[in-house]
């Protein structure tokens, strides 16, 4: 997936693709107008998880009798519904099913390919979820089937396809029995490009992070990413998404910090607030390269990619 999602942003010129995506953390920077907290806590829990001001915080339960727990932290974005399936949604998920812990991010999205500039594209339904996987996690799967269907106004939404759960909002804020058990991201698994973050300037010293991107089946024409890491002394968990990438390779996003605890940062981007632009190195002499992006607006940061990929023909 990894060199498709890359080589799609640079070699795709000949369409109009029209996607819709919305908001996610915020890794840290002193230009970022955002409240911090302080810090009291750990990546291990003890209390009922809480996704933070930037998301709304469901608890999962499943529809068919498996045992299990865990949360939901979603963002709606551009929310519409396509033949009945509710496409905008963007989220961050944890817990144990069946005896499994898993961690994933996914997304659903309106989709429209034109042949032409002036065609008609009614927008279709998409999904895409994936574990993060590497970190102590028992899940690593790989989802384009979900279906989601609001219920009384999104106080639940049915996840059918892939899956076969039911999302409860929690007006409290946080779940109803879930506490997280799960170790820091480090590593993100076979679905996602990994990077690793610097400042703007590429400097490490205000502290580091990891970046697990990924994109849906319809490639690198918009994508969620999960990110984690310090800053300054602090920790971080975010979810981002971006809003109508270009195949230019760049465009805009929204993030949202998961603060569980005051050990986190717990801000949120503007709608949109972030350009993201790719920035690819040289291909070498085995025509390989890595992708790397630069990230201004409301943060300044660089992302490093940790996997060498395929040179598309475009750029060798």
């Known amino acids: 997936m990894k060199s498709t999602l890359i080589s799609l942003a640079l070699t795709l010129g000949c369409c109009t693709l029209a996607f819709a995506a919305p908001p996610g953390n915020v890794m840290p920077s002193s230009e970022r107008p955002i409240v911090r907290p302080a810090r009291d806590g750990l990546m291990t829990l003890s209390q009922l998880f809480k996704c933070g001001p930037g998301f709304t915080t469901y608890s999962v339960k499943s529809s068919s009798g498996v045992s299990g727990d865990g949360v939901r932290c979603v963002k709606f974005h551009n929310t519409q519904t396509i033949d009945g399936k509710l496409t905008g949604v963007y989220w961050y998920g944890e817990g144990q099913w069946n005896g499994k812990t898993y961690r994933h991010i996914g997304y659903t999205y309106p989709f429209a390919f034109c042949p032409d500039a002036g065609g008609n594209c009614p927008p279709q339904y998409r ?59 480090t590593t993100c698994g076979p679905h996602f490009s990994k990077a690793s973050v610097a ?33 300054n002394g602090k920790k971080y968990r975010h979810l981002g998404f971006t809003n109508n990438f270009s195949n230019q390779g760049s465009g805009k996003a929204t ?8 050990a986190f940062f717990c801000g949120q981007t503007a709608a949109g607030g972030l350009n993201i632009k790719q920035d690819p190195t040289a291909c070498d002499a085995n025509n390989k390269f890595k992708m790397n992006y630069v990230v201004t607006g409301n943060w300044k940061e660089r992302w490093n990619g940790t996997d060498s990929v395929e040179c598309p023909s475009v750029i060798r």
């Open 127 to 185: 999904s895409y979820a994936a574990d993060i996987s590497g970190n102590g996690e028992n899940s690593g799967g790989e989802f384009s089937n979900l279906t989601l269907t609001s219920l009384d106004g999104n106080a639940r939404i049915r996840v059918t396809g892939g899956w076969n759960e039911e999302w409860i909002r929690e007006p409290s804020g946080h779940t109803a029995t879930y506490s997280s058990k799960l170790k820091p991201v």
């Open 199 to 231: 400042d703007i300037n590429g400097s490490t010293a205000g502290g580091t992070g990891v970046r697990c991107l990924a994109s849906g089946p319809d490639g690198f024409f918009g994508f969620i990413w999960y990110g984690e890491g310090q800053w």
């Open 255 to 262: 993030a949202a910090d998961i603060c569980n605890n005051s």
